[in-house]
């Protein structure tokens, strides 16, 4: 009697958290936009406040000869410093000219020591304007802040947390008390879509490997009819296909709504995993497995970037053609990205049915299933896959026949 295998073990359940983006040392932030609005608006009132208080203080030192309050009939004038030019001897009118030039001198020079002393004033209190308006505007956007730090720690797949912000009822509260109920509603729609992942799982896995049990005990008996053997036979095979695609649909709804947990993988040894896997069909088909595959670490999980590459290689297998086909598979380090090539011969792909093949249940110019090669789900997963690894996987037809399929994955 043959025995159960036990079923294939699920991915680990996603603990990563996004790392810090890299940003700009300077970037027109809010909080820098803040500041340059409050200390571009004090800067301004106090350029206008000075130039008023200059305009006004000129106007009242207008010095002329006949707002003088004195006037000079006679006697003797000696000034006291160089720049007054007193004459010797005359009338006293010209001392008197002489005298409204040398307070007209004096006023211009106390003009420009107002202004140089007012502009330093105007510096300082600039600087001390900009920092205070710095702070202040922290202050005011730091719920903002922890809205967003709530929002990375969410991208990790940690839907538990909240913000909980408090403080005056005012926007910002309202909208973390907003984001807040959003975020419950979601960890309660997930929650339960795990659940029913968990529970599909265990429902659909247990009828079909209860059926093939019963097929593979009446395929052991040497006395069953030669009809009833081939009936058998193909309903184990209607089976089996049947396990691959309830297999491949848990799979695909674990890897599109879970962040997988991140570990140094070395994508040459998964791909080479993936090769060694497929190349027994390879072989069976004439297919010619090569490529060179340098090393390429990156940050994720092992078992879901396997089947990445697994799946790539089974597609580039089974879609080649008959004679003289080939698979190369390579892995590279390119721009701070990992890379993963394969490429393949086989019929010649129309590049507008491309996008196509990424569709669940979907195969060049047919929508459903219809063959043997597999259930329909294999590129759709990779892609699932490469998204929740923060990489994505392109397809371009190759010249001549066949696909290039490249999955980059950030190092």
């Given at each position: 009697?043959?025995t159960?295998?036990?079923?294939p073990a699920?991915p ?5 958290d996004?790392?810090?983006p ?7 932030t809010?909080r820098i936009?803040l500041?340059?609005?409050?200390g ?11 130039s008023?208080?200059y305009l006004?203080t ?11 309050p004195f ?10 410093t160089?720049?007054?030019r007193?004459p010797?001897q005359?009338?006293g ?5 002489a005298?409204a030039?040398?307070l007209?001198h004096?006023?211009?020079m ?8 007012s502009?330093?004033?105007?510096l300082g209190?600039?600087i001390i ?6 702070a202040m505007?922290?202050?005011v956007?730091?719920?903002l ?5 709530t ?6 797949s940690?839907?538990?947390r ?5 403080g005056p ?5 309202e ?6 109920e959003?975020l419950?509603?979601l960890?309660?729609a ?7 992942v ?8 247990t009828?079909?490997a209860?059926n093939?049990?019963?097929l593979?005990?009446?395929l052991?008996?040497?006395g ?9 036979k ?6 089996e296909r049947?396990?691959?695609l309830?297999?491949g649909?848990?799979l695909l ?5 879970q962040?997988?947990e991140?570990k140094p ?7 080479t995993r993936?090769?060694d896997q497929g190349?027994a069909?390879?072989e069976?088909?004439?297919v010619e497995i090569?490529?060179?595959r340098?090393?390429?670490v990156?940050q ?9 590459a697994?799946?790539?290689v089974?597609?580039?297998v ?5 004679e003289g086909?080939?698979?190369?598979v390579?892995?590279?380090t390119r721009?701070s990205q990992a890379?993963?090539?394969?490429s ?5 792909v129309p590049?507008y049915?491309i996008?196509n ?13 219809g063959?043997d ?6 590129l759709?997963i990779a892609?699932?896959?490469a998204r929740?690894?923060?990489g994505?996987?392109i397809?371009e037809?190759?010249e001549?026949?066949?696909?290039v399929m ?6």
């Open positions: 009697m043959a159960t295998p036990a079923p699920a680990p359940k996603p603990t990563w996004p790392r810090e890299v940003r700009p040392w300077l970037r027109p809010i936009r500041t340059l609005l409050y571009g608006m004090f800067l301004i009132a106090g350029i206008l406040l000075l008023i208080i006004l000129a106007q009242a030192l207008q010095v002329r000869v006949g707002d003088l006037k000079i009939v006679t006697g003797q004038v000696q000034p006291t160089e720049w007054c007193l010797e005359g009338t009118e010209q001392f008197n000219e005298v030039g040398c007209q004096q006023r211009e106390a003009l420009d020591d107002l202004l140089r002393r502009l330093f004033a105007l209190l600039s304007a900009f920092a205070f308006g710095y505007a922290g202050r956007l730091s719920p802040g922890r809205i967003t730090r929002a990375r720690q969410v991208a990790g940690d839907l538990s909240r913000i909980e912000l408090d009822d005012d926007e910002l509260k909208l973390a008390d907003t984001f807040d959003m419950e509603r960890e309660r997930f929650t339960a879509q795990r659940r029913f968990a529970n599909a799982s265990h429902e659909l896995r009828p079909l209860i093939r049990t019963l593979e005990v009446h052991s008996d040497p069953a009819p030669v009809e009833l053997q081939q009936l058998g193909t309903l184990l095979a209607t089976n049947s396990e691959q309830v297999e649909l848990l709804a674990r890897s599109d709504n962040i997988v991140r993988v070395d994508l040459a040894e998964v791909a993936a090769v190349r069909e390879a069976a088909t004439g090569r490529g060179r340098a090393p390429a990156v994720g999980n092992g078992v879901l970037l396997e089947r990445i697994l799946n790539l089974q597609n580039a089974r879609y080649n053609i008959p086909g080939w698979v190369e390579t892995t590279e721009q890379v993963l090539v394969v393949n011969t086989g019929p010649v590049a049915e996008d093949i990424f569709e669940p249940f979907r195969r060049l110019r047919q929508e459903r299933t063959s090669k597999g259930v329909g789900l294999g759709s892609r699932s896959v929740a690894h923060g994505r996987i397809a037809p190759r001549g026949g066949g696909l490249r999955v980059t994955l950030p190092v």
